[in-house]
């Protein structure tokens, strides 16, 4: 009799383990699509139901191991359940937010508690904190418990354990090209790499998350080799000569979700926000600038102002340089490295933690001589009930570093005034939209906006006293992902991806007609609005930039209008073929460029 108990026991343990997992899996899907249960139950039992059942295959060996890991099937389903409820909570609140699913590396925020409290709030993050005490309850009662498992229940478990570990492994390299799992999927999957969004939609959640895992940066061109490099390198020499006796300092500030939402349909302002700014830039080089997120990746924005590297290259599945690429190389051009050899001194100045985006990492391999984090500013006044160091305290730090000595300065600001959540910030809201009328969380993003404008104006008015002259190159990273659906619809794509940029001298105000562009390009333009002397890359850019003025991934601006896919000549098209290669070499080829000297201003 207890041995038909035990048997009935084992058999509803592995019925009930099936029907989770594919719960589990159906739940994915669901969060996947915004809760449609009606897109989730057809992906799942008719559009593709193959791809369907190898993602809850997937999960299964994940279930598996968590209960083999914890040697209890009551402990390992319990983790398993709040870890896939996370899991599928997260990726809906981020398609909700930036129209971005989770990715593979999206899991190192969980070590940044700060960001995950200002992220979530308050409800979301204790509910977070009460279920990682759970998940740690339930790993230590189960593990407490599986020292009492009999000798024949300890070798079943560490049998498991161990296959589920290698099956774990061979699961992580779904991108190799023998891989049994991925050829699975390419029977019927049809991968969409130019929209992470579709792609995930298509294959499923486990699909897409696993097409993100371990990836080669970038595919290789035709013909790369070191004589192609060398030929592209002798056909962009460098100006090795300044045309100016004093080097100005160049500032660039990166402004956290800094845009003009009078250009939005839907948007009906009651005054301007952003004036100060607006004032400014009339004075400048200014226009709008192609961004590669909407709503966040403002790692990606960066990475391309101070690299002059494009996303648009880059394999989709490589979704955030800063944390999968940059800290893995000794070395890697910018326009940081290239002042410094013109005797700049380099600072890097982010009011938040080190932690964001690995950039204390990606800080020294781009050559920033000091990093000034909130932990070691000067300035940290806040703003009434801002949560973040003020643009104001901010740009005094900026200030003092230009002020303390004789050499030209390079200081890198991103702000963090106007970084979500915007609720509750200040006390009076003096802009507000018609057609959004009631939305406090608007009115605080364009009272945040407003502030981040007027400290600039107030910047720029103390920069002019300075004895060097001061480039002031601004730009805002993203637009924010709190536009409702109905705003979204009746905006394109382009507009949504576009936000404010100026290039400002201090000395040498001028107005000209606004134009588009992309980061890449801040650094030739910078260069030129200094007098600098211009590297062979950045001549390479101005050349691309005449033909491409501003490009990502499924939008190009070509002769004034926004077009899906590029439209290029045979001249102008070996050009963009110049730009691809030379970042292919510096980001997975042997870097000969670098060894060229094709990124410094004085060549070899």
């Not at 103390?462 to 993203?478: C, E, M, N, S």
Request: charged letters at 20%.
């Amino acid at each position: 009799m207890r041995k038909f108990s035990k048997k009935l026991t084992y058999l509803f343990e592995g019925l009930f383990s099936v029907l989770l997992v594919l719960l589990s899996s159906f739940y994915l899907q669901l969060c996947q699509n915004q809760f449609s249960f009606q897109l989730a139950t057809n992906f799942a039992f008719s559009w593709h139901t193959t791809k369907f059942l190898l993602g809850t295959l997937v999960l299964l060996v994940l279930y598996l191991f968590f209960v083999s890991l914890l040697g209890s099937f009551r402990g390992g389903g319990a983790f398993y359940t709040l870890f896939i409820g996370f899991l599928g909570f997260a990726d809906y609140m981020k398609m909700a937010k930036r129209e971005e699913p989770i990715y593979p590396d999206d899991f190192s925020i969980l070590f940044q508690v700060r960001l995950l409290y200002d992220m979530l709030g308050v409800k979301l993050f204790a509910v977070l904190v009460i279920g990682v005490a759970l998940l740690l309850i339930i790993v230590y009662r189960s593990l407490k418990a599986s020292f009492k498992l009999s000798r024949k229940g300890q070798i079943l478990r560490v049998g498991t354990l161990i296959m589920t570990v290698l099956s774990l492994g061979y699961i992580g390299q779904f991108n190799q090209p023998k891989n049994l799992l991925r050829q699975g999927y390419n029977q019927s999957a049809l991968w969409i790499p130019y929209s992470q969004k579709m792609n995930y939609y298509n294959v499923g959640f486990v699909g897409g998350f696993l097409y993100n895992l371990n990836v080669s940066p970038m595919d290789k061109p035709e013909g790369y080799s070191q004589e192609t490099i060398e030929k592209i390198v002798k056909n962009y020499p460098p100006v090795k000569e300044t045309t100016t006796s004093e080097k100005p300092n160049i500032v660039f500030v990166m402004s956290e979700s800094f845009s003009n939402p009078d250009l939005l349909k839907g948007i009906e302002l009651n005054q301007n926000p952003i004036e100060s700014y607006q004032e400014v830039a009339r004075k400048g080089i200014r226009g709008s600038m192609l961004s590669q997120g909407y709503g966040g990746g403002t790692a990606n924005i960066e990475f391309e102002a101070l690299t002059s590297f494009s996303i648009e290259p880059l394999n989709a599945q490589l979704t955030t340089p800063y944390t999968q690429l940059v800290p893995k190389l000794e070395n890697f051009p910018s326009i940081v490295e290239q002042v410094e050899h013109l005797g700049y001194e380099t600072t890097a100045i982010h009011p938040y933690n080190t932690s964001m985006y690995k950039r204390e990492d990606v800080y020294r391999v781009l050559h920033f001589n000091q990093f000034l984090s909130e932990k070691n500013m000067t300035n940290t006044e806040k703003q009434e009930n801002n949560p973040y160091i003020s643009d104001e305290s901010a740009y005094k730090e900026v200030l003092k570093q230009l002020d303390k000595s004789t050499q030209p300065q390079f200081v890198h600001l991103v702000t963090m005034q106007t970084h979500m959540p915007y609720e509750n910030k200040y006390s009076t809201l003096d802009f507000y939209s018609f057609g959004a009328a009631n939305n406090r969380t608007l009115d605080n993003y364009f009272q945040d906006i407003h502030e981040a404008s007027e400290a600039l104006g107030q910047f720029v008015e103390q920069a002019k006293k300075l004895k060097r002259p001061t480039i002031i190159v601004f730009w805002g990273d993203h637009l924010p992902g709190i536009y409702d659906e109905n705003i979204r619809q009746q905006n394109t794509n382009a507009t949504l991806h576009q936000t404010e940029f100026m290039i400002y001298d201090t000395q040498s105000e001028e107005s000209v007609e606004p134009i588009v562009t992309s980061p890449i390009y801040f650094s030739p333009m910078t260069f030129e609005k200094g007098n600098l002397a211009l590297s062979g890359y950045q001549k390479l850019l101005l050349n691309l930039q005449k033909v491409l003025p501003a490009f990502e991934k499924n939008l190009y601006y070509q002769k004034g209008d926004w077009q899906a896919e590029r439209s290029l000549t045979k001249e102008e098209q070996k050009i963009y073929e110049d730009y691809r290669m030379i970042e292919y070499d510096i980001v997975a080829g042997k870097q000969y460029s670098l060894k060229e000297k094709f990124f410094n201003s004085e060549g070899k």
